[in-house]
């Protein structure tokens, strides 16, 4: 089955606390993605990656950190998670250039920070 | 003016009705459009590209884009209490000195419910 996993699903951490969200997707697609969803802010990019080794930061990056040494996963890195980065995390992945706006999204991580 | 606009809701229609859903775009130069259905507590799910003036159907969901007048619309046909959710408009638009790469822009998404 065609699949974008993410993990925690859930996870409550303390403020300066180093933490990591695995993704790993299983379509052998080139485009990976990171985004988080607040109330009122809808969905927002933190980093993307065109391909291996290839990352470039999205609208909202501070406190982030991500990297592509393989092609199916993309983890996200919060080196000194902050409340401020409480919220709802998606991985999503897409076939190509072309069509990075059809996107597969994993079923999400929601992190609490305290 | 945000780049990527929709009435939040929620709209309400009765079972059976049409639902008609709007988003407008600020970026001229779009190409890409889509639209996202996502349930509560759960992840987007693509239902919908667009890619040229017009519509373009697929099954119950027609999906209409105007280019002149910076807008897409989604219609539910015969809605369903199953499509009740939100519905989040994106529109690829160029990403300033990067190429043909584009950036993906949600809308804050439009909740609809569809009473029986």
């Known amino acids: 089955e065609a699949q974008v996993t993410q993990n925690p699903r859930y996870l409550i951490t303390v403020t300066g606390k180093k933490l990591t969200v695995t993704c790993s997707q299983n379509?052998?697609?080139?485009?990976m993605s990171w985004y988080r969803q607040d109330p009122g802010l809808g969905l927002r990019q933190i980093y993307y990656s065109m391909n291996v080794e290839v990352t470039d930061k999205g609208d909202v990056p501070e406190g982030y950190k991500v990297s592509r040494k393989e092609k199916r996963n993309f983890p996200l890195i919060l080196e000194s998670p902050s409340p401020n980065q409480t919220s709802l995390y998606f991985c999503?992945?897409?076939?190509?250039?072309?069509?990075?706006?059809?996107?597969?999204f994993g079923e999400g991580s929601r992190l609490t920070v305290l | 003016q945000k780049e990527v606009e929709q009435n939040s809701g929620p709209l309400s229609v009765p079972e059976g009705a049409i639902a008609s859903l709007n988003c407008t775009y600020s970026d001229r130069g779009s190409q890409s459009f889509f639209w996202y259905r996502q349930y509560s507590g759960k992840s987007p799910e693509l239902i919908m590209s667009i890619y040229s003036n017009g519509d373009k159907e697929d099954g119950r969901f027609t999906a209409q884009l105007n280019k002149a007048s910076q807008y897409v619309s989604l219609l539910i046909r015969d809605s369903q209490p199953s499509d009740s959710a939100t519905y989040l408009c994106?529109?690829?638009?160029?990403?300033?000195?990067?190429?043909?790469?584009?950036?993906?822009?949600f809308g804050q998404g439009t909740t609809l419910q569809v009473k029986p």
């Open positions: 994106a529109v690829k638009i160029r990403r300033s000195g990067s190429g043909n790469t584009g950036k993906l822009i």
């Open positions: 999503a992945s897409a076939s190509g250039t072309a069509t990075t706006g059809e996107l597969f």
């Open positions: 379509m052998n697609h080139e485009y």
